[in-house]
């Protein structure tokens, strides 16, 4: 049964699926943010839990969303709706593919927003301008970016296109062969850095930072959390989408071990790499977002080669964040072409100008309305725009995604079809359904209640 094709074609192989894979979960998320959260979240715990939720939540939902989409091969909602229908369940579930739809949306707004920081950072660092800088002269730099809104509008409009046009060629074309030797470049260059990072003389207390365990608050918990969906590209129907070109014949348990595997390991080594420049620089560790833009290029500024490393870096950088934000509109591309039968390139340009519309909010929390913060009740105090959309769709709205694949993954359909589709061995099945059943549901909804305080 089930002889489905997509009507969006099929990676060529394995390999393609799990560069792809890694591209969109490997991304901003492990080089900027993860730095900086660990840094307002305290460190030590944050990472633990962070870690914990990778491998208890992260690898069982990814298994989920990658068999979800594979044997549903459309667009998240529409492959909820056809696999809920087949289960005799509401086609009310399409509404899970909706929310992923809208979260990714709303990612893609502020992370376009971001990138361009970092393309403006080849810039920076090319110019020579980090070279012998001083701590307090890296920040005035940062400061002076983003204060400037018609510079950060200049460069989000760029990523924006270069986003729409690899998106409007589908999703295979030329991104196979650059993600190939682009992502094992930008960990060689990670690891120059954190090379210079052993030289500050703090690589000791960099590591302590990151590894001791100390207090940590249930809001940090729900943030860890949170961050494990967001890092590795889930609860929002990217990987479903990805998992819906996927061959028959590919191993889902081996590809998603593999992904969570190296999406972690850059994000720790970028944490590794950071710690120690902010210690020796008398740096705040919860400087926030601009954490990167703060200490990076001191490396850069002090390194022997540093101009043409801190290139070559922001631009892997650059190119780490476009892998992501393909696969963050991909499900509503493949949706319009699907259902409205759009062009590719129709429904990409579309949904790129609406995106690029809401991230002007992201742009202007940085400077002319930083102050215009609101609170809601429970969740949140004295956020802008920015911190409200990243907050919501990073610890709300992908957990939720999350919470919803695994009920409907472990509880829902037929042991018969999850058999069939992951196709494993019968223990990793068994320890995969009792995560997805048990484990996921209840830690997001003890994680979500203790955020409010409720227990
Ligand atoms: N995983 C990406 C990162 O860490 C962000 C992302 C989230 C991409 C959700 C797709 C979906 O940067």
Redesign the pocket.
């Known amino acids: 049964m089930s002889e489905r094709q997509s009507i969006h074609g099929q990676w060529s192989n394995r390999l393609v699926f799990i560069l792809a894979a890694t591209g ?7 080089i900027w943010k993860f730095p900086y959260i660990a840094g307002e979240n305290g460190g030590g715990t944050f990472v633990l839990v962070y870690l914990v939720c990778i491998a208890l939540i992260g690898i069982p939902i990814m298994m989920a969303e990658i068999m979800l989409g594979r044997r549903g091969k459309q667009s998240p909602i529409n492959t909820m709706a056809t696999l809920a229908s087949e289960e005799g369940k509401s086609n009310g579930w399409a509404a899970l593919g909706w929310m992923g739809v809208v979260a ?1 949306f709303l ?1 893609l707004s502020y992370y376009s927003v971001i990138a361009g920081w970092a393309m403006s950072y080849v810039f920076r660092t090319g110019s020579g301008m980090f070279t012998g800088a001083t701590a307090d002269g890296v920040s005035s730099i940062f400061s002076d970016l983003v204060s400037d809104p018609e510079k950060l509008i200049a460069w989000h409009t760029i990523f924006m296109v270069l986003t729409m046009v690899v998106v409007s060629r589908g999703v295979k074309a030329g991104l196979e062969k650059a993600v190939t030797f682009l992502m094992p470049l930008l960990f060689a260059l990670l690891l120059l850095v954190l090379g210079y990072s052993m030289t500050t003389g703090y690589f000791s207390q960099g590591l302590e930072f990151l590894f001791t365990p100390g207090e940590i608050t249930g809001k940090a918990i729900l943030i860890a959390m949170g961050h494990a969906f ?4 889930l609860g ?1 129907g ?1 990987i479903m989408v990805y998992g819906s070109y996927l061959p028959k014949t590919t191993s889902i348990t081996q590809a998603s071990l593999w992904v969570a595997f190296a999406d972690t390991a850059v994000a720790l080594i970028a944490g590794m790499a950071i710690f120690p420049i902010v210690f020796a620089n008398g740096l705040e560790p919860g400087a926030g977002p601009g954490l990167i833009f703060k200490t990076l290029p001191i490396a850069f500024g002090h390194m022997e080669g540093g101009i043409l490393i801190g290139v070559m870096f922001f631009l892997l950088v650059v190119f780490a964040a476009w892998t ?1 934000a393909i ?2 509109i991909e499900p509503a591309v493949a949706y319009m072409v699907e259902n409205k039968g759009y062009k590719r390139v129709y429904s990409s340009v579309l949904i790129g100008i609406v995106t690029w519309f809401v991230g002007l909010g992201s742009v202007f929390s940085f400077n002319i309305w930083a102050d215009k913060t609101w609170s809601i009740p429970f969740l949140f105090e004295d956020k802008n725009f920015f911190d409200t959309l990243d907050y919501l769709t990073a610890n709300i709205m992908l957990p939720l995604g999350g919470l919803f694949i695994a009920i409907f993954a472990g509880w829902l359909m037929r042991k018969q079809a999850s058999t069939e589709e992951l196709n494993t061995l019968p223990v990793i099945y068994k320890v995969w359904l009792f995560l997805v059943k048990f484990v996921t549901p209840v830690a997001v909804i003890i994680v979500f209640l203790k955020a409010v305080s409720v227990i």
């Open positions: 969109s979960a490997v991304g901003l998320g492990n990714g990612i967001f890092t590795l590209s929002m990217a992501s696969s963050l």
